[in-house]
């Protein structure tokens, strides 16, 4: 079955270190891959996709991630967080043909960033 | 920008009530889906919607039951409602050609007492 696993449950940073969160996926066709975020209270927010193309994708609020095809990974990066980075970060994929668009997602990484 | 609608955005119910969730998909979104998220937990899948047919169904409780109506909302009935039922509750919705990207709505936080 396909799964996408996250490496890191729960991460503690200080303002300006740099971030990165593994996700990994098991599935050997292709795939579109992202990354969402969750504010404190509020919904699900669409950080960054990869489709196709270049595998270094940048998104909003100086966030990128890099799908390396044979590592199975979609890795998400930021060189210096904010406070306001705070937030639960997902991982979802996408393996499904035609009109299937269901996600499969991953379990998850609370980011506390301190001041 | 449109957005995807969620009422009601609150809901206290009791134990054995019905709820009725509704979730209003940006317009042209093809499909619709529902999520189930307890506190501190991901997004559990419950069922999805394209072009008013169910297309797939994840961990949704037979108590529940949903379906999109011909203007594309939908809609997820909750019966017996159970104290394990309090969670937020998301819809997403999907743009045709879409390639699994999913735009949600604010969510309905459904408290069970």
Known sequence: ?115 | AAGVIQSPRHLIKEKRETATLKCYPIPRHDTVYWYQQGPGQDPQFLISFYEKMQSDKGSIPDRFSAQQFSDYHSELNMSSLELGDSALYFCASSPVGSRGEQFFGPGTRLTVL
């Open chain 1, 1 to 115: 079955a396909q799964s996408v696993s996250q490496h890191n449950h729960h991460v503690i940073l200080s303002e300006a270190a740099s971030l990165e969160l593994g996700c990994n996926y098991s599935y050997g066709g292709t795939v579109n891959l992202f990354w969402y975020v969750q504010y404190p209270g509020q919904h699900l927010q669409l950080l960054l996709k990869y489709f196709s193309g270049d595998p270094l994708v940048k998104g909003i609020k100086g966030f990128e991630a890099e799908f390396i095809k044979s590592k199975f990974s979609f890795n998400l990066r930021k060189p210096s967080v904010q406070w306001s980075d705070t937030a639960e970060y997902f991982c979802a994929v996408n393996a499904g043909a035609g009109n299937n668009r269901k996600l499969i997602w991953g379990l998850g990484t609370s980011l506390a960033v301190n001041p």
